[in-house]
């Protein structure tokens, strides 16, 4: 039985103060036991300025916790101004980073051919990568949602990597911080394609170890039913990850 993964993606929230907080609050719920059976795997992906003092945070509470960045450059140093690299995020303790997240996409203009140096660097570095895909709402409506996640999978994933340190999340961005979630079927029916897809790339036993999570306006009220569907194996929940007490309802919901 795989284990599923909870991930809480903070984007650019939270004063150290307020980081800290919640640490001690998913301490306090998980001791209240609001998170009984057997644990899902949690992570937390908190702003970059944080990194080094939340690793240490959850290190003093006791909290087996995955401290992750929201993004990482593909070059390991040089004269990228306002860059991190995944050595620098391995560096002060955390085993995790997003890549590709639609944001980053859709906001910052990361074209698809960053993503596979991406991966690259950060499976280099001793990270584990999130690698998120996900189309737009007009590509949907087009009807290329399959060709959208197909170009963006072969994009950042290449059948030399280890994808059983790659996750991959698939985010529609149309569901992104939107309240509109996929439906369990809209779920079920994307996670089943980038199964396939990892399948005809890595060989069908690797695929079937890979994790594939959602993410969407995921809360406490739907993570159950996502995460009940066959190929969903976690969520990636942003605004929902931000207090403690929900995103620890929502990994309550994986068990
Ligand atoms: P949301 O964000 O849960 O607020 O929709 C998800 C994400 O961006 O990872």
Redesign the pocket.
Known sequence: MKKPLIAG?W?MHKTLAEAKAWVDRVKASLAAGKHAGPSPSLAVFPPATMLYAMVGAVKDAGLNIAIGAQNVHYEPSGAYTGEISAAMIRDVGCSMVLVG???RRHVFHEPDGWMGRKVTAALDAGLSPIYCVGETLGQREEGRTHAVLEAQLSSGLSARMEVDRVAVAY?PVW????GVNATAEQAREAHGFIRSWLGRTFGKAKAAEALILY????KPGNAGELLSQPDVDGL?????SLEAESFIAIAASSV
């Open positions: 993606n984007k997240h639609s944001e985010e569901a992104i911080g939107t993410g969407g306006s995921v990636l929940v942003g605004g929902a």
